[in-house]
């Protein structure tokens, strides 16, 4: 059955524009237009669009006005809707106030971008309609992502969520940990081994591994002949323990006890880095009263998870460059529903400033790399960055043709 698109925009070249390109990208759209709020709003409530296309400046009320009555009525509060501005700055303040605003589009915007939006939008509403549904029937209590996470009982050696990245994405599971201000073990099955993250009140304290070779790949740290006398041993007790070699050493007066938190932090970052582009893991989170005493003993500074995860993701290497399918680099990233709103609080490098600064919904990724003058390798691993923080989407040539 088509999809009913609600178009709402006082302007009758626009409202022209919008139906004949989504004729043209697709034949499975009836387009309807409303003049105003009012007209739109009486055509929401009749025909009960799949998604709504809505100008943020109309002659009656305003965009957010109109997500509000739309919300306010059973009937309506859950149909999509896509702010369509020239103005980001009410677009993004908007998008943060009505959880029916699931994307935004700047004016201009050309027919393929906006029926690429239209395609993403109907496909992602319906994954969530499906989600919440088997949610519905689920007699588990869930956090306050349980719609994303899978949740087992307490009872369960107090596991308090478990999923799969090939569902669940790992940055929404690290800020779910952070809304419940959880305090326990995150655990990572990739392979060789899996990756432990200890996290109180919400925080990352210490990442670690009982595969000591994986903990120590890469390590800039210089052992000195006395401390690799001991190595073997120490890193046996890794082993069986999880506790940093580092740690260890310490306890044998063979490294001084003040260095042994920096240098776990940044081991635990380079061993973080390793889970984004270890393509889909599975996952756990097991709740713990008390952590362990090396865990205190070497937790690095209290960082949001927003914050730890752009620390760790710089972290990573070439892997970036095959860990998306990249096309041709015509696609354009574009930011997601919250992605705006967050990307103010991350202290982001200068490169990164440079580069989300390019971000405006038309420029591509070859278009941005070309303005900044860089390597099109830094700007996929930057870009790969702001995929896996979910700050951006990037929609490559391919779905901008209208071919999924």
């Known amino acids: 059955m088509p999809s009913k698109i609600l178009a709402i925009d006082d302007s009758l070249t626009l409202r022209k524009f919008i139906a004949n390109s989504l004729a043209k990208n697709a034949s499975d759209y009836v387009v309807i237009t409303a003049k105003d709020g009012a007209e739109g709003m009486s055509l929401a409530l009749g025909e009960k669009p799949e998604l709504i296309l809505l100008d943020y400046i109309l002659p009656d009320f305003k965009g957010d006005e109109v997500c509000r009555r739309l919300l306010e009525d059973a009937s309506t509060a859950n149909i999509p809707v896509v702010l369509m501005s020239s103005n980001s700055a009410e677009i993004k303040r908007a998008e943060s106030e009505y959880r029916n605003i699931c994307k935004s589009i700047a004016k201009p915007f050309t027919p393929e971008l906006l029926s690429a939006t239209v395609k993403y939008v109907l496909r992602e509403h319906g994954i969530k309609n499906q989600e919440n549904g088997a949610a519905a029937s689920n007699t588990s209590q869930a956090t306050s992502r349980g719609a994303q996470l899978a949740v087992a009982s307490s009872s369960l050696e107090r596991v308090i969520f478990s999923g799969s990245t090939a569902y669940f994405s790992l940055s929404a599971a690290l800020r779910g940990i952070e809304d419940e201000v959880l305090t326990g073990i995150l655990t990572l099955d990739i392979k060789p081994s899996p990756i432990v993250a200890y996290i109180r009140q919400g925080h990352v304290l210490l990442v670690t591994s009982r595969d000591a070779k994986l903990y120590l790949a890469n390590t800039t740290f210089a052992f000195d002949d006395s401390q690799t006398g001991l190595l ?115 202290p982001l490098n200068d490169d990164e400033i440079a580069f989300v600064s390019q971000v405006n919904g038309t420029n591509t990724l070859s278009e941005i790399v070309q303005l900044l003058n860089i390597p099109i390798e830094a700007g996929q691993q930057i870009l790969f960055s702001m995929l896996c923080l979910e700050i951006f989407d990037y929609w490559p040539a391919a779905a901008l043709r209208g071919q999924v």
């Open 232 to 346: 073997d041993a120490v890193m046996q007790l890794q082993g069986e323990t999880g506790t940093p070699v580092f740690d260890l050493l310490a306890k044998r007066s063979m490294l001084e006890p003040e260095l042994v938190p920096e240098i776990c932090f940044e081991h635990s970052i380079r061993l973080f880095s390793r889970v984004w582009t270890a393509g889909q893991i599975a996952f756990s989170f097991t709740a713990l009263t008390d952590l362990p005493e090396f865990v205190l003993a070497d937790a690095g500074p209290p960082l949001t998870m927003d914050e730890w995860s752009i620390e760790s993701l710089r972290f990573v290497g070439e892997e970036a460059l095959t860990a998306h399918a990249w096309g041709d680099f015509t696609g354009i990233p574009v930011y997601t529903r919250r992605g705006y709103e967050r990307i103010q609080h991350i």
